[in-house]
């Protein structure tokens, strides 16, 4: 039943990604936003309501002795997901399609605004990981950070919405919708009205959240059944499930040679995650966002995001060329963490 149960979470998580990706670009276009704001912005916010709800919900309404530890465990996981595993799935989803490419597997991306993207992380969760270093008294030092990061994200957002529009309608996919709007512009009769839009997108984010729950719970009880340990479900398993979003959608607009929206989808999530999620953990559970010796393994992962990010990102910034192949070096900085937690966890079960 439970892998039933996963098959079927996952063709739901796939048709809300497909779904939302079409909505998200009418929704730009309607609003006149420019690619980056579309990929960025809205498509890394939207998608990373899964795992964001996660230690929301565990930090603000659970009630367990070890809440706090699965939120903060799992504010940390994102970043860290995104970028290596997710960079390695897009990575090989680039060069799946690079035979079909003029370019190869050199990415039509805009590495102005990847680059853009990357130092707001880097700054953000530099700051952010920086706070758990901080004494726990007095409180107000990570408050002070919980203002500076929420100012960081909202400067970021600033930039991309205020950045010259370039999508066009021309370029876009027929709204999946478009058969429910009866009373379109007569002007216009290809462009749908923007409550089709915006009921798409909802149906979208409620068929990835709904699918992304039943897939955790899936798996879990999957893990549970073949006795795997609680610290590497947690660390390493759930949050595969909850990142689905991203891959999903970050594939299927590099199928579909919008190399900028699939990226941005990515690294616009990273930049979401290290602050705003960040912050929850410094105002409600900023006992817990300490770096201990007994949390060294969770914090390792920020670590191994930094490193990923820079050996992808600085050659990029330096050539204003970004390949496919370098994509993949995501999966060995994942396999390299995979393999630290199963010797902790292994040691510890002995």
Do not use: C
């Amino acid at each position: 039943m439970d892998i039933l149960i996963l098959a079927f979470a996952f063709v739901v998580i796939l048709l809300g990604a497909e779904l939302f990706t079409n909505g998200i670009e009418w929704f730009g276009r309607k609003l006149e936003l420019a690619e980056g704001a579309v990929g960025s912005v809205l498509a890394a916010v939207g998608t990373a309501l899964p795992e964001t709800l996660i230690p929301i919900i565990a930090i603000l309404f659970a009630t367990g002795e070890s809440s706090d530890e699965v939120g903060v465990g799992a504010i940390l996981g994102a970043p860290f997901m995104l970028s290596t595993l997710a960079m390695f799935v897009t990575g090989i989803a680039v060069l799946y399609v690079a035979r079909r490419r003029s370019s190869g597997d050199e990415m039509r991306v805009d590495t102005v605004v990847l680059a853009h993207d990357m130092r707001y992380f880097a700054i953000a969760y530099a700051l952010a990981i920086g706070a758990a270093f901080l004494p726990l008294e007095p409180v107000w030092l990570k408050w002070i950070v919980a203002v500076v990061l929420i100012g960081i994200y909202a400067w970021y957002v600033k930039g991309h919405f205020e950045a010259d529009p370039d999508v066009d309608a021309e370029d876009l996919a027929p709204l999946r919708f478009h058969r429910l709007d009866r009373t379109q512009h007569r002007a216009d009769p290809g462009v749908p009205r923007l409550r089709i839009v915006n009921a798409q997108v909802l149906a979208a984010l409620g068929l990835i959240v709904l699918g992304a729950v039943f897939f955790v719970d899936a798996v879990e009880n999957i893990a549970h059944e073949l006795d795997v340990d609680s610290a590497l479900l947690a660390l390493v398993i759930a949050p595969i499930a909850t990142e689905l979003p991203e891959k999903f959608n970050s594939v299927i607009w590099v199928r579909q040679g919008k190399d900028t929206l699939a990226m941005g989808n990515i690294t616009g999530a990273m930049v979401f995650q290290s602050t705003i999620p960040t912050v929850i953990a410094l105002l409600f559970a900023s006992s817990t966002w300490v770096a201990t010796e007994g949390s060294y393994v969770a914090f390792a992962s920020a670590g191994i995001a930094f490193a990923s990010s820079a050996v992808i990102f600085i050659p990029m910034a330096r050539r204003g060329v970004l390949r496919g192949r370098a994509l993949l070096v995501g999966g060995l900085f994942y396999l390299a963490y995979l393999t630290l937690v199963i010797g902790v966890v292994s040691g510890a079960v002995g």
